[in-house]
């Protein structure tokens, strides 16, 4: 099997459990595949203005129609010209070494950038739209690791606060089956093997955007003040879904 028939077929089995349809209100999410990342953009699940108080609408439109768009039309622009066909861009990014050296710096920040943004919409819902907090094993284990929430959003806000310049937050699950809280440069995922540190690698169950175009209209340089509205709209019953999922 060569590399792009290799690519194209693992995305079916690329992280696909973490990234299973969700229903919301008995809204089918059929836009979603089960099974990754497509390479075309999902359309939101909610307004622009939905997130508001907490994200203001005129950030999440540039964020979603310019800057989401960009990584998108960047990275097909880079698969077409070497006339690589995939499916889903999760299995792009888990293995960003094997490709041509040509491919690896444009997956990787734009790949990159296509994937975490589109796990990053699917994690947020508006406030009141779901449950406020964690419950069942995903609470158990969250508890077990981190003394509670409170104890797992004190130790992502501070590796938000820590990524230097532009980058992620991530709760993941990691191959020692834990839960682990990382952060990544610019569009790194903790999924990029071989790219990320392997005690750092896994499965994201969540995360959060601190590059400066995710707040800056509203909060400017105060990230803190973000990352603290930002939990109000974090969509835990997907995030419960994802640890269900990975430890089943």
């Known amino acids: 099997m060569n590399r792009r028939h290799f690519i194209a077929a693992s995305g079916a089995a690329a992280a696909g459990t973490v990234f299973a349809a969700d229903k919301e209100k008995g809204k089918e999410e059929?836009?979603?595949?089960?099974?990754?990342?497509?390479?075309?953009?999902?359309?939101?699940?909610f307004e622009y203005a939905a997130l508001e108080p907490h994200i203001d609408a005129k950030t999440m439109e540039i964020h979603y129609s310019k800057h989401h768009v960009a990584y998108i039309t960047n990275l097909t622009k880079a698969l077409d010209e070497a006339k690589l066909k995939v499916?889903?861009?999760?299995?792009?990014?888990?293995?960003?070494?094997?490709?041509?050296?040509?491919?690896?710096?444009?997956?990787?920040?734009?790949?990159?950038?296509?994937?975490?943004?589109?796990?990053?919409?699917?994690?947020?819902?508006?406030?009141g739209k779901g449950p406020k907090e964690p419950t069942g094993k995903f609470a158990e284990a969250i508890q077990s690791t981190f003394g509670g929430l409170d104890g797992l959003k004190k130790a992502m806000n501070e590796a938000a606060m820590k990524r230097f310049g532009s980058g992620w937050a991530w709760l993941v699950y990691n191959s020692d089956k834990k839960l682990v809280v990382t952060s990544t440069a610019n569009q790194d995922n903790p999924m990029m093997k071989g790219i990320v540190p392997d005690a750092e690698c896994g499965r994201p169950l969540f995360g959060v955007d601190v590059w400066e175009h995710a707040y800056y209209l509203k909060y400017q340089n105060k990230r803190q003040d973000y990352l603290t509205a930002w939990w109000s709209v974090v969509n835990w019953e997907r995030a419960e879904r994802n640890y269900a999922l990975v430890t089943s």
Do not use: C, Y
């Open 30 to 45: 059929a836009h979603i595949i089960p099974n990754g990342v497509p390479l075309t953009q999902e359309p939101l699940a």
């Open 87 to 127: 499916a889903n861009a999760v299995s792009l990014i888990q293995d960003i070494p094997s490709l041509p050296t040509s491919l690896q710096t444009v997956v990787r920040n734009n790949g990159g950038g296509h994937v975490n943004h589109t796990l990053f919409w699917r994690w947020m819902r508006p406030e």
